[in-house]
């Protein structure tokens, strides 16, 4: 099936540092998402890209959609305390009828 | 506009007792996802609804099920609980195709002792 390769696992680091984390397949889709989840919460959508090469950006987020359809990104500058938790990165199935998402990575960030 | 609502908020069983557990989708939504969330770890994928019918299955014993009712809600059984089965469950719903993704709710803590 559908596999979603996302690092790294974990990040420890101090605030005010960038983060990047990134996602992989071995298969081509038409539409990458990026979600946050926060301690006892559900997921929240940050960020979606619908085109190879596509660059977006929300705040100190920006993701991008490579150019060969089978990875992402995302990075966070300047990152905050409030930038605890989960990011998941996911796509479309070749339907357009689910999502498949990655394992998670856990930030953590030192005031 | 009201997001997904699951509830109850948390639910403590007993090893062997069935546990039911709700979700109201986005009004408009007609695709309902229930995963599973163990330890805070990734997103295991249960069932998908759609238009009352059930579309899809995850890699789950038999004793997980559900049904979507013509409201679109959703209801998600587990029946002789296991001690395993403790962890965050999560309703998500979009139109019918996720071509936007879902949107989720906050889950529903089960604790199974």
């Known amino acids: 099936g559908q596999q979603l390769n996302q690092s790294p696992q974990s990040m420890f680091i101090q605030e005010g540092e960038d983060v990047s984390m990134n996602c992989t397949s071995s298969s081509i889709f038409n539409t990458w998402l990026w979600y946050k989840q926060e301690p006892g919460e559900g997921p929240v959508l940050l960020i979606a890209?619908?085109?190879?090469?596509e660059l977006t950006s929300n705040g100190r987020l920006t993701a991008q959609f490579g150019i060969t359809r089978k990875d992402s990104f995302l990075n966070i500058s300047a990152s905050i305390p409030s930038d605890v938790g989960i990011y998941f990165c996911?796509?479309?199935?070749?339907?357009?009828?689910?999502?498949?998402f990655g394992g998670g990575t856990r930030l953590m960030v030192k005031p | 506009e009201a997001g997904v609502t699951q509830s109850p908020t948390h639910l403590i069983k007993t090893r062997g007792q069935q546990a039911t557990l709700r979700c109201s989708p986005i009004?408009?939504?007609?695709?309902v996802y229930w995963y599973q969330q163990a330890l805070g770890l990734g997103l295991q994928f249960l069932l998908w609804?759609?238009?009352?019918?059930?579309?899809n299955r995850g890699n789950f014993p038999p004793r997980f099920s559900g049904r979507q009712f013509p409201n679109y809600s959703s209801e998600l059984n587990v029946n002789a609980l296991e001690l395993e089965d403790s962890a965050l469950y999560l309703c998500a719903s979009s139109p019918t195709g996720a071509r936007f993704g879902y949107t989720f709710g906050s889950g529903t803590r089960l604790t199974v002792v």
């Open positions: 609804y759609d238009e009352g019918e059930e579309r």
């Open positions: 890209l619908y085109k190879a090469g």
């Open positions: 009004s408009g939504h007609t695709s």
């Open positions: 996911a796509v479309n199935n070749n339907a357009g009828n689910m999502l498949t």
